[in-house]
């Protein structure tokens, strides 16, 4: 999960603007989830590279044609996705970040809401934007307790 420590370690703290998570949560209102450009990932995909939901869809036709394609990434791949993963990576994020967005799965992530909340589905609006806040919370809660 995308963490504020490298390794584990306390003597490297990464550096991160997780108001990109922020701005995917709010970026929301042209969600669709079948759609390669404005499901989970293209959201924070958006956010990161500033492609345009359409230059994301494009780019996943490419090649498969859905984030399943986080399986498949090379970074000297050279596909259009390859690329756009390979940004995504830059910032912080790993490939299991991406797939837990995709799916909303994070273990962690899931074990800040309320256990009646739990029970995300990965293709419902309200669904995603909690999980995003939950990761939100959670990295807050991480960067206040390495500092104390």
């Keep these: 999960m995308f963490s504020l420590l490298n390794n584990n370690s306390y003597d ?3 550096s991160y ?3 990109t998570l922020k701005k995917a949560a709010s970026a929301i209102a042209d969600y669709q989830w079948g759609h390669m450009g404005s499901c989970n990932c ?3 995909a ?3 590279t500033r492609l345009r939901k359409d230059e994301i869809h494009h780019r996943a036709m490419k ?3 859905d984030w399943d394609e986080l399986n498949d990434y090379c970074l000297t791949g050279g596909l259009p996705m390859d690329d756009l993963i390979s940004s995504m990576l830059s910032t912080g994020f790993n490939i299991d970040d991406l797939k837990h967005l995709e799916r909303l799965s994070d273990p962690a992530i899931l074990q800040i809401l309320p256990f009646h909340e739990r029970n995300l589905k990965h293709n419902v ?3 995603v934007v ?3 806040n939950a990761w939100i919370s959670l990295l807050e809660y991480e960067r206040l307790n390495l500092f104390w």
């Design 130 to 132: 909690n999980y995003i």
């Design 63 to 65: 090649g498969h044609g």
């Design 125 to 127: 609006k309200a669904d």
């Design 17 to 19: 603007d997780y108001g």
């Design 42 to 44: 293209s959201l924070l």
């Design 46 to 48: 958006q956010q990161i």
């Design 12 to 14: 490297e703290v990464i």
